[in-house]
């Protein structure tokens, strides 16, 4: 078993569990820390990454849930809590450092897949 919460620490991990459905939310939350500003529709979303309407409405939908994302008017903005923006960042940052980066790989894949012995 990989040490995950040595590599990460508690919160990364935490943030993970809760708010992490998929490496498609993965990127969603990486391109809202790095463009905070951004006000966008569904559709110039899936065009900014690449991805189909379809495929981004349920994982916005738990970002909303989850208070990290709000959704008014059709148009989605990144406003995250004080706390929650300092969780992402760590989470952003853990992405850009290779170990940390695969063993959050291992963590999301775990958790869309539990029965891999990650």
């Given amino acids: 078993m990989y040490d995950l919460e040595g590599v990460l620490g508690p919160s ?10 998929s490496l498609l ?4 939350l ?6 905070p500003d951004a006000v966008l529709d569904l559709e ?7 991805r189909r309407v379809e495929e981004l409405e349920p994982e916005i939908d738990a970002l909303v849930e989850g208070r990290i994302l709000t ?7 990144y406003r995250p809590s004080p706390e929650m923006r300092e969780t992402i960042t760590k989470f952003v940052e853990s992405c850009q450092e290779r170990g940390r980066r695969l063993a959050l ?3 999301v894949l775990h958790k869309i897949n539990p029965h891999t012995g990650v």
């Fill in 44 to 50: 110039g979303l899936a065009s900014r990454l690449g």
């Fill in 30 to 35: 990486v391109f809202f820390h790095r463009n």
């Fill in 105 to 107: 790989i291992a963590l």
């Fill in 71 to 77: 959704l008014a008017g059709g148009l989605i903005r």
């Fill in 12 to 21: 990364v991990i935490a943030f993970v569990d809760q708010h992490v459905r």
């Fill in 25 to 28: 939310t993965w990127d969603i």
